[in-house]
């Protein structure tokens, strides 16, 4: 397993080092960042030792998973499992798009599906859960959620 390659550079307009990963992106050398592990341009871990919030379904990340592999990819390239988020299964269709997302996790489980037209735009989605469901149609510039519109998205925005 290929390792983030990191190089340390100091910038001329700068007085102090920076360091770059294989993505590009720039850090502070003393910068804390969590130490993320890549197979080639893939996440394989990711650590993160922050402080956690007391908000149960906010939307920052989960350390979830304390394991030496916790992104899982098919031989496309496309992620079909993640352990942080715990996403157990991501079923993908002939033009790599995701057909069903399977979640559980300490609120319960969910799937969602996705259904496309031939050439890729969204259909429809249906999210699953064991309380209930909802699904959202998309036609042309509409959207539809259970059956009732919701939006239509414009050239600048959306009415409704």
């Not at 130490?35 to 893939?42: H, I, V």
């Not at 989960?62 to 993640?82: F, M, Q, R, T, W």
């Not at 859960?129 to 998309?138: I, L, P, R, V």
């Amino acid at each position: 397993m290929a390792d983030s390659c990191i190089t340390s550079v100091q910038l001329p307009f700068f007085e102090r080092y920076f360091i770059f990963d294989n993505f590009f992106y720039i850090y502070p050398l003393d910068f804390p960042h969590e130490p993320m592990n890549y197979s080639g341009n893939q996440l394989v871990k990711a650590e993160d030792s922050g402080e956690a919030f007391s908000l149960s379904a906010s939307m920052d990340f989960k350390d979830g998973a304390h394991s030496p592999v916790e992104y899982y990819y098919d031989v496309n390239e496309n992620l079909i499992k993640c352990l942080n988020k715990r996403i157990s299964n991501i079923a993908y269709n002939p033009l790599n798009l995701p057909m069903t997302l399977a979640i559980a996790n300490s609120f319960g489980s969910a799937t969602n599906t996705y259904v496309y037209a031939v050439g890729g735009a969204k259909l429809k989605t249906v999210q699953q859960w064991s309380g209930g469901s909802k699904q959202t149609d998309y036609c042309g510039n509409m959207i539809y959620k259970n059956g009732v519109l919701k939006r239509i998205l414009t050239n600048r925005d959306y009415k409704l």
